[in-house]
């Protein structure tokens, strides 16, 4: 964590009574919209496996505390597509399709979005012949690649999970090229390099049922440290862009600022969602996480929007150092089962407020940047005015804010530890303002929502429109259109998707 900057210390030590002040310029400029924000239902995250559907309920849906509207699971590699298993809803194995079922239809009936990731494609269609990903002694240390001869066989496997799913009442959102696919490992993987992740999707990628299927998106491989070079070759084809809708990453050694900013440099340019689809901040900690190690995490999640980010999703759902606890007595007090964690209500700051938001350009008064001691963002959702601000140090402030627009009202949500990880209080307005001054408590996270008053003539072309929903077609062989006629599929930004016929 950097030090605050080098006069701030001086300037509270000579003026210990009063609060420095921070100032923060939220400017009319607009970047990304924000699909929102998920985590993983996997194996580890969930067990007793496809029986335990509480987490999805604690944190799923508009109505509940955190406001999560992503989930991500796993495609397993144990079911191969050209095989019928007439028992479909009794099939097992240690991978198996319908263990996330429950969670996904919960997740769907709350609005949500269900997207699922392989680990790996079958074995026999992988050169080591398993999906293990061959990084181990008893595997022979062989790479596991999938094979030429069968790239013509993955996307419709992928076709066969939809169909599963669909049969069972989730029609999955969007499907991903693989988890991982520049980490060789001893558990289910597949390698793949740039060229022939390009070269699958080329050539191949026209054969996911998008009509069938309700114009399923099509999300990149997944890379661990979100190197831009694999949705780069994608977005740099003219035949592959077309087939590609959201460019993906992990942040594993490598912070948002840096390579998923690079990476969505193109995608902006191609209209491309930007998703980073798995990170643990914490991972496996041997301890609950503490109050600093949460404020991480908000930068974190602040820091993924500022890299131009439309959707986060988180590890597991399920873990003392993710959002609802386990119960394990090693990690407690503190981690009962199935109750919400205080990294859970660190997320909700934005999945609950910044989903569906548009976001703005900032400049503050002091450094920002990478795990700074302050950050900060701003978005517009609607008739509200959302400002964001992380403070690490022990100190507490007065930020000014220098709003776009005039505001009428405004509500603070706080966040500053354990025993007050959410509160909630009044900013009070007495008249439309664009400047305004609020506290920014010691080691703390806020959430500053404001009415935008749209009585007032300062407001000028931010607020005298609401975004209209973005929109995308296909034709019914899923390649987008830029000019679309006929009968085509229409996909808005919120997930959703339907036929419609477009007039010459």
Not at 454 to 475: F, H, M, N, P, V
Request: aromatic fraction near 10%; charged fraction near 20%; proline fraction near 5%.
């Amino acid at each position: 964590m950097k030090k605050y900057f080098s006069f701030f210390s001086a300037l509270v030590a000579a003026t210990a009574v009063h609060a420095a002040v921070i100032t923060v310029t939220v400017s009319d400029t607009q970047y990304q919209t924000i699909t929102g924000f998920g985590a993983a239902a996997c194996d580890g995250a969930m067990c007793p496996f496809g029986t335990d559907t509480q987490p999805v309920k604690l944190l799923y849906g508009p109505s509940s505390k955190i406001g999560l509207n992503i989930m991500r699971m796993e495609i397993s590699p144990n079911f191969v597509g050209d095989i019928v298993v007439p028992e479909w809803n009794n099939w097992d194995s240690p991978y198996d399709w319908k263990g996330s079922l429950p969670s996904a239809k919960i997740v769907k009936q709350r609005g949500g979005i269900v997207f699922g990731t392989p680990w790996s494609p079958p074995g026999d269609y992988k050169t080591n012949g398993t999906a293990q990903g061959g990084n181990s002694d008893d595997q022979g240390n062989k790479r596991g690649e999938l094979r030429q001869d069968c790239y013509e066989k993955f996307f419709p496997w992928l076709n066969t999970f939809l169909q599963y799913m669909k049969k069972n009442g989730v029609n999955v959102d969007a499907v991903s090229i693989q988890n991982e696919p520049d980490w060789w490992v001893s558990y289910s993987g597949c390698l793949y390099t740039p060229q022939q992740q390009l070269n699958l999707v080329k050539n191949h990628a026209h054969m996911l049922d998008r009509e069938t299927y309700n114009g399923v998106r099509l999300i990149s491989a997944e890379p661990l440290g979100f190197d831009p070079n694999y949705s780069n070759l994608l977005l740099q084809d003219e035949v592959a862009r077309d087939q590609i809708d959201i460019i993906a990453g992990h942040l594993y050694g490598h912070p948002p600022l840096v390579n998923m900013k690079n990476a969505a440099v193109l995608a902006a340019k191609y209209g491309k969602e930007v998703w980073m689809t798995e990170h643990s901040v914490t991972d496996n900690i041997d301890h609950l996480p503490n109050w600093h190690e949460q404020l991480l995490f908000a930068e974190e999640l602040n820091e993924c929007m500022l890299a131009g980010c439309t959707g986060y999703i988180y590890w597991y759902m399920r873990a003392h150092w993710a959002f609802v606890g386990t119960g394990e007595s090693k990690y407690n007090p503190g981690n009962t089962k199935n109750t919400l964690l205080p990294r859970a209500y660190v997320m909700s700051h934005f999945s609950k407020h910044v989903t569906g938001s548009t976001r703005l350009g900032t400049t503050a008064s002091v450094n920002t940047g990478t795990n700074s001691a302050f950050e900060t963002s701003a978005y517009i959702k609607g008739d509200s005015l959302i400002v964001m601000a992380i403070d690490t140090t022990k100190y507490a402030h007065d930020l000014k804010l220098k709003l776009p627009c005039k505001v009428k009202s405004g509500t603070h949500l706080l966040s500053t530890a354990n025993d007050a990880l959410l509160q909630e209080s009044p900013i009070d307005i007495s008249e439309p303002v664009e400047e305004l001054i609020v506290p920014l408590p010691a080691r703390s996270l806020n959430t500053y929502i404001f009415i935008i008053d749209r009585e007032s003539a300062a407001i000028k072309g931010l607020a005298q429109t609401k975004r209209a929903a973005r929109k995308t077609y296909y034709d019914l062989s899923g390649r987008r259109l830029d000019t679309p006629r006929g009968l085509c599929i229409e996909r808005s930004d919120d997930g959703s998707s339907r036929k419609v016929f477009i007039e010459d």
